[in-house]
């Protein structure tokens, strides 16, 4: 029993650093997309590089320390202030990337359906100062909450980071807001969204077939908000697949803290991954 123990945390950190360099390179690779492309004034892509920073960040955090810290159990990782302070970047990244995942779909919404309202005030700087904002709320809601003793700490009995004081009102609410529950119905919303954009879009295309230039343009944001709603149901089937199903099944809790540190990573790291391999393919995009 113990060696198939130490045989499945081998392989569960062979796979976690695997995923970890995915994430990282990815976005790294999908950044660079961007620039060679030139298009870091347009405010689509703006919005995109900053989803892929976080999503980095976090891959980076997993492999330099929570994969390290939930697997090999390293007694320097385990200091209390040390994984107060990653797990409180860690957050900021998350909330930071979740909000990007939003600010997204509102971007292509506002693009396909109030395209004179987005024209005029969805420029670069505003985009700038959105993600400015999507990091500034992040930080200082996690601030906020670190004043009651409420942040990310290691977990002796689980070997991860957990939010601690759990039996506090407040702490509970900080940890039923940042949960995957909520991520799951984020993304149905946005999810929701990317249909009404799609809907209005076959509209234009099927309204302006004369006008080939329009066309083309109105197709080209086809194509990415179906890669955009596929990103979404990629997230919605990674939660549903390591938070409810595999969660369900496992009931070691030492497996149980690597699957879920291995879903948490995977939903960031496959971003970069899905968005960069789409991007390839669509270097001809045409700003609205």
Known sequence: MLSILITGFFIGLIVEFQVSLIGIFSNLILIRIVLIMKKQENPF?????GLAIFDGLLSFLFLI???PMTILEMQFMENSYL?????????????SATFSHSGITLNRFLAVSFPIIYRNYFSANVTKIIILIFVVTSFLFNSTFSIYDCGLEYDFEYHTLSVKN?????????N???????VFI??????????ISMMKLRQIIHNRNKNVATTNTAKTDMGYLKQA???ALYLLFNVCLFFFTFSSFIKNPDYGCIVTSLGWLTLHA???????????????????
């Open 45 to 49: 892509y703006i919005l995109i590089i």
């Open 65 to 67: 320390y929570v994969t």
């Open 83 to 95: 994984s107060a302070i990653f797990g409180f970047i860690l957050m900021t990244c998350f909330l």
């Open 166 to 174: 759990l039996d506090t009102p407040i702490c509970s609410t900080y």
């Open 176 to 182: 039923q807001i940042c949960s995957v529950n909520n």
């Open 186 to 195: 984020l993304s149905a919303i946005n999810i929701f969204f990317d249909v």
């Open 229 to 231: 709603m596929a990103q």
């Open 270 to 288: 496959s971003d970069g991954y899905l968005k960069s391999v789409g991007y390839n393919f669509h270097l001809s995009f045409t700003e609205y």
